[in-house]
């Protein structure tokens, strides 16, 4: 058998050990003692978890790539939504490339375009609060200012690395005499817990679990011994950027498969949790430790692998993953589909039942880490009965199994524990804009 699959099984004492380790490198990243290191930025959001009670017509504009989208909301109180309309823009390669006036000054107009449609007649006077989920790096220093660290996704407009976004934005809609306020800058993670939060007052935990992954909670402000600013509630919402779990200590059970991932990425020695959780990896874990078994002889024995495109890093998706472990077939006969047409490999039912073991593993490894790091979390803030966790991804909603061997694996941590895992779409969307009528 391949080391690699052997490793995968984490036994309770494991997970039971990393419980200790997350949670350790919480109260360092709480604290930020001086000397003291941990993987965890325990990032504070400056938001609030809503009460269900707030009221009225809000705003948000998702910011996270080449398109952007604005989204009108309507809250009703009682933890009821009303309804929304949300309208989607293709930011240009004049302001993607341009000058920061090029860029804010296109999203003011496109902004004016979304409220001319949609906006109500009756609060045409009123000044409208909008939310802002702005999906790149950023140094935030308070619920409405935050700092562009550097861009990524292609981005490289000039005048706005080093500045307050949130006030570029406000600039420009000023300039064209709008009634539009930014009054929240949002991290996405943070509004998938808020956007379930409205209706649910148990939800104390939102967690992404898709092409990437991170979470956020609400932590009691008296433990938040780093804050330098005082803040209006009893609890933030801490954004604790997971993903880099396992950075600064090696305490995550990582295989050989794992290592040449790594080494091979554009990132090396960093995200090795993201790395091992989120669907942008599993595919290439499950690629890889196949071809340690291809390497002894055990799969595609006399086929040329080499020249084929499984042998080219990242061209086996997570998705075939997904589809493989869904194949419930007696000859498994979608994995052979699967295998032949897009790799030109043909495998015997020996071989395709091996490739579904790796598969399972992959994804049965994922989701036990994933539900340790949350119990982690709840324990620390002592909710582990009666809670809700909001999640949102691809990982979480399509690849089969996945919520219930996350809920397992809490339940084996904590027997007599009452965690729900509920699928939450749209924090980016509806989340910044209940943050917004909060602030």
Request: net charge negative.
């Amino acid at each position: 058998m391949s080391k690699s699959l052997e490793r995968l099984e984490l036994s309770g004492n494991q997970l039971q050990q990393l419980v200790k380790d997350f949670q350790k490198e919480m109260e360092i990243g709480l604290n930020r003692v001086e000397g003291e290191r941990s993987s965890l930025k325990m990032l504070h959001s400056f938001v609030s978890k809503p009460t269900g009670n707030e009221t009225g017509y809000f705003y948000a504009l998702d910011l996270g790539g080449t398109n952007f989208r604005v989204i009108r909301l309507e809250l009703k109180g009682n933890g009821q939504l009303g309804a929304s309309q949300l309208q989607s823009f293709t930011i240009s390669e004049a302001a993607m490339t341009g000058g920061v006036q090029d860029l804010f000054n296109f999203i003011a107009d496109c902004v004016e375009e979304f409220v001319e449609k949609h906006g109500e007649s009756s609060s045409r006077n009123e000044t409208i609060k909008l939310g802002f989920t702005f999906s790149f790096p950023v140094n935030q220093t308070s619920l409405a200012s935050g700092t562009l660290i550097k861009w990524t996704k292609g981005f490289t407009t000039e005048g706005v690395v080093g500045k307050d976004v949130v006030a570029l934005l406000n600039d420009a809609f000023h300039r064209k005499n709008l009634k539009i306020e930014v009054v929240a800058l949002v991290n996405d993670t943070v509004g998938t817990l808020v956007a379930r939060g409205y209706s649910d007052t148990k939800c104390e935990l939102g967690v992404i679990l898709g092409t990437g992954t991170n979470a956020a909670y609400a932590e009691d402000i008296t433990k938040i011994k780093s804050l330098e600013s005082s803040f209006k509630s009893e609890k933030m919402v801490i954004n604790i950027e997971w993903g880099a779990f396992g950075d600064v200590y090696p305490v995550l059970p990582l295989t050989t498969a794992d290592d040449t991932l790594d080494v091979n990425s554009v990132n090396p020695k960093n995200q090795r949790f993201e790395k091992s959780i989120s669907g942008m990896y599993l595919g290439e874990i499950t690629r890889l430790i196949i071809l340690e078994f291809q390497q002894e002889g055990k799969i595609f024995s006399g086929q040329n692998v080499k020249d084929s495109a499984f042998n080219s890093g990242y061209k086996f998706h997570t998705s075939y993953v997904s589809k493989i472990i869904a194949d419930s077939s007696e000859d498994l006969n979608a994995t052979e589909s699967i295998l032949e047409s897009n790799f030109g490999l043909k495998t015997s039912k020996e071989e395709r039942i091996l490739f579904k073991t790796v598969a399972q593993a992959v994804v049965t490894r994922a989701a036990r880490l994933s539900a340790t790091t949350i119990g982690a979390i709840l324990e620390k803030i002592g909710r582990l009965n009666d809670v809700t966790v909001a999640v949102d991804g691809g990982v979480y909603e399509h690849v089969p199994g996945f919520k219930q061997l996350m809920e397992d694996t809490i339940k084996e941590l904590y027997p007599s524990s009452e965690v729900r895992t509920v699928l939450s779409r749209d924090g980016s969307g509806n989340g910044a804009a209940i943050i917004a009528a909060s602030a």
